[in-house]
Every structure is written in C-alpha cells, then in structure tokens.
C-alpha cells in the first residue's frame, strides 16, 4: 500500500492554487477583448475543475474506485498522491512527484507559459504600432497563446487526470480553434492580402519543421489577442 498523503476536503487549497494559477496566467494572457475574456474563462473552468479534485473531493477515483483496486489493490488509491493516476497505473512505488508523467507534465507547462508570456510581448507590440504580429511565436505559428493554453492543460492532464478535466480537454481545444477561425476572419477583413500572404506561409497551430520566418505588418499574430 502507498502511505496515505494529504486528505481530501482541503477546498482552501482548491481555492488558492486555483487562484495562484490563474493569476498567474492573467499576468501572461492578459486578455482585453470579450474574445480574450471567453478564452481565459474556459482555461479558469478548467483549472478550477482540476484543482477541485485534487484537493476537494476526488471524484475520479470514487468512480474508478473498484476498476482500480480490483487491478493494483497494493495502491491505497484514497491516498493523496494516488490521484497521480499514470504513476500509479504503471506501478511506480516511490513519491510520484518524481516520476517521469510528473515531470513530462512540468515540461509541457512551462513550455505553455512560456508562449504565453512571449507571445504577448510581441503581440503587444504589434498592437502598439497597428501591424500584423509575425515575430518571434509568430513567425511559426498564427495562434501560440492558443496552444499555450493547449500546452498548460495537457500537462496538468498528464499530471493529474481526472474524468471532468478529460472531458472539458477536447471542447475547449474544439472551442480554441472556433476563436481562432472567427479572429483569422477579423484580420481578413482588416489586413487583406498581407494577412492572405502570412497565412499562406505560417501554419495555425502546429509549426512546420522547416524554418518559415515572416515579416510584414498588421495587428495580431494567429489574427487577434489570443
């Protein structure tokens, strides 16, 4: 049996990482338009559904609860730390915090902070001037504050998976690329046949392998705030 980690029922800690993180995220997004404000809700649902079972009541592993002990009934799952369901499933016996998800889960984390916080910074400037961000992020993708929120969620999905977040996962990436397609219509309309030219050549989400640095002028990178 794993040795028992921190109850559950703790829902001042759901309230102040819920908080930390989505501060934390409003300090790199900084959303601005009702668009920015929807995408940013969505992402704040997310974290909040998260952090409500990971400290809160875990509502996964009540539902799991026979499937899982019936397959590693060495596992104390009610334990704290046995919501680090990938470790646990593949028998990992020492603190999970170090396991290989966990980590894998920080990388993708940090890389989707990241781009949000770069690519606000040439978004802003973009804006400030009235032109088309095609710089840094940019140059290789048309939305990565997008794929930043992308990133963050897929790493706490690797880290801690639960049932809801699982579910909220492809609705709001569904949602993500919704916004993205109304923004891209937005920066038609603005920016025509530079916007044409840089779409042409700087895929949406996933960049090419080749190198495809852009310049020209407009407003948004990924054609708005996000």
Known sequence: MTAPGTPYGLWLLVFINSAVFILFAFSFFKPQTSRDWRSFGAFS??????????????????FLSGWLQA?????????????HLPEMIQGWRSNPHFGPFHF?????????????????????????????AVTGPYARIRHPQYVGFVFIMAGFLVQWPTLLTLAMFPVLVWMYARLARSEEAESRARFGKAWDSYAARVPAFVPQLESGATTGNGRHGGAGGA
């Open 45 to 62: 649902a997310f974290i909040v559904a998260l952090f409500a079972e990971m400290y809160g009541f875990p509502l996964t592993i009540f």
């Open 71 to 83: 397959n590693w009934p060495w596992v104390d799952w009610f334990a704290h730390d046995s919501g």
């Open 104 to 132: 894998l889960g920080i990388a993708l984390i940090g890389v989707g902070f990241w781009l949000l916080s770069v690519a606000w910074h040439h978004l802003w400037t973009a804006q400030r001037q009235g032109h088309l």
